[in-house]
C-alpha cells in the first residue's frame, strides 16, 4: 500500500491534474459570478421589456453547460478537459416562442 501511496506521489499526471484543478476551480468561481450577473440583467429585462434578453438566454445555455463540464471535471466525474483547455460548450438555441412572457394584470373587484 505504501509502495501505491509512493508512486502516486511521484506521479506527473497526479501533479498536472492537481494544477488543472486549480485552474477550473477558478474558471468556476468566475463563471458563478458572470451567471449572476447575467440572472440579474434578465431579471431586471423582464421586469422592464416584459421579456428576458434572448441572445443571453441562449449564452446562458452555454453557461451552464460549461458549469456542468467544470463540476464533472474537478470532482474526477470526467477527465476531459473544459475550456479554456478544451472547446467551449456549444450554445442551445432557445424558440423565440418561448420569449413571451405573459403578464395576468389582477382583477379588482
Known amino acids: 500500500m505504501a509502495t501505491r501511496t509512493e508512486e502516486n506521489l511521484k506521479s506527473k499526471s497526479t501533479w498536472t491534474r492537481f494544477l488543472y484543478i486549480i485552474l477550473y476551480a477558478i474558471c468556476f468561481n468566475v463563471a458563478e459570478i458572470v451567471l449572476a450577473a447575467i440572472a440579474i440583467i ?52 432557445i424558440d423565440r416562442e418561448d420569449d413571451e412572457t405573459i403578464i395576468v394584470k389582477p382583477t379588482t373587484e
Open 42 to 93: 434578465q431579471f431586471f429585462a423582464s421586469l422592464f421589456t416584459g421579456a428576458p434578453f434572448h441572445q443571453l438566454r441562449t449564452f446562458g445555455t452555454a453557461l451552464s453547460e460549461y458549469l456542468k463540464q467544470l463540476a464533472d471535471f474537478l470532482t474526477y466525474a470526467s477527465d476531459e478537459k473544459p475550456f479554456p483547455v478544451g472547446d467551449w460548450p456549444a450554445e442551445r438555441e
